[in-house]
């Protein structure tokens, strides 16, 4: 693993725009495709962020706060955000 500044700066900021990327796609499908499909979007990136916090050592760009918690906290709510959102009436 390089410790180029460049390089890890890099890396942090493709997470960030990962993050960013899921947060439009989110917005757009809920437009155009419907609440639900916008809410499972929502819950799969929170599910894939929860990966690439407990799998990188340099994605502390999504981190609040110890690798545990974080990946705890963003596997959590994207799980109750699918279960939730697919399970809900009237959407």
């Given at each position: 693993?390089?410790?180029?500044?460049?390089?890890?700066?890099?890396?942090?900021?493709?997470?960030l725009?990962l993050?960013?990327?899921?947060?439009?796609?989110?917005?757009?499908?809920?437009?155009?495709?419907?609440?639900?499909?916008?809410?499972?979007?929502?819950?799969?990136?929170?599910?894939?962020?929860?990966?690439?916090?407990?799998?990188?050592?340099?994605?502390?760009?999504?981190?609040?706060?110890?690798?545990?918690?974080?990946?705890?906290?963003?596997?959590?709510?994207?799980?109750?955000?699918?279960?939730?959102?697919?399970?809900?009436?009237n959407?």
């Amino acid at each position: 693993m390089s410790t180029d500044p460049v390089t890890l700066a890099r890396g942090r900021t493709a997470v960030l725009w990962l993050a960013v990327a899921g947060v439009v796609v989110m917005i757009a499908a809920s437009f155009t495709l419907g609440a639900r499909t916008g809410i499972s979007i929502l819950g799969a990136e929170l599910l894939v962020l929860a990966a690439v916090r407990a799998c990188t050592s340099w994605a502390d760009r999504i981190a609040s706060r110890s690798r545990s918690f974080d990946v705890v906290l963003l596997a959590g709510i994207g799980v109750a955000i699918l279960v939730l959102g697919l399970t809900a009436d009237n959407v």
